[in-house]
């Protein structure tokens, strides 16, 4: 079974970097999702071994419709 972790980054142009190399050099399968593009959210972590998510330039506090999809 392959072994997955979500990678959740907050613009377009955003990568996991030092911590996605390290995690692929270990393995793990990057499922990397930018829910401020539109893209959907897992509906449960049962495909995943863990999640990394990134900050970014919003506020939890923003009214922006994804960022209350991704709390």
Known sequence: MS???LIIVHSEASTPGR???MLA???YR???RRPCLG???PE???DHDGAVIF???MSANDA???IRREI
Request: proline share 8%; charged share 25%.
């Open 64 to 66: 922006d419709p994804w």
């Open 44 to 46: 449960t972590m049962a």
């Open 25 to 27: 050099q270990r393995g």
């Open 30 to 32: 990057l499922d990397i």
């Open 19 to 21: 911590i996605g190399m």
């Open 39 to 41: 893209e959907d959210l």
């Open 55 to 57: 900050g970014g330039p």
């Open 3 to 5: 072994r997955q972790i």
